[in-house]
């Protein structure tokens, strides 16, 4: 049994021969290189020539990327995350308001749904008071289409700032938006002088 002239340098259990020039990069030992990164022990890998790929789209040099373009959040979650969440119920909203310290943008969609829901309180309440006081009169049968007609429309702008939320858009509604966004942002207060 001869040897393959192509490894003139392998012996028994991929030892190398005595004598034999092994190559380029020193001995690798047998390490077989694999589509994992190798573990980050702290020491350098078995291989000192194996290079760890990037993944697609990811920057060379940065296996992960915690910077988030809407800017970082003390909730210690994605801000598109929060701001969607804010829109849950009107709590969430509040919770979200008073834990968020510096994300505008969370704090503006969690001040948006806490108005907007505060509008369609004073409208359920306005309707009932005037669905009940025209009840038995022949305006009362025109009042109940106009309240699920106003309830429709306040739930299709609840879904669209909810859906925008998520999706990381500022997306601000006419009169509240720019209520909220005065509020969520207050200006800094000038110094007494």
Known sequence: MGQDPNQ?????????????????GGYQGGYQQSAYPPPNTGYPPPNPGYQYQQPYGQPQGQ???????????????????AAG???????????????EKQNRFVRFHAMQEILLTGLAVIVWFVLFIVGFALAFTVLGCVILPL????YAALFVLWLICLINAFQ??????????????????????TPAM
């Open 8 to 24: 003139p340098y392998s012996g028994p259990y991929g030892q190398p021969q005595p004598g034999a020039v092994p190559p380029q």
């Open 63 to 81: 296996l992960y990327n915690t910077a988030h373009p809407l800017g970082p959040t003390t909730l210690n979650m994605e801000p598109n995350t």
């Open 85 to 99: 969440l804010s829109y849950l119920t009107w709590v969430a909203g509040l919770i979200i308001f008073l834990m």
């Open 147 to 150: 309240e699920l007609l106003l």
């Open 168 to 189: 990381g858009k500022y997306f601000k509604l006419p009169v509240i938006g720019d209520l909220a966004e005065r509020w969520a942002n207050p200006s800094p207060a």
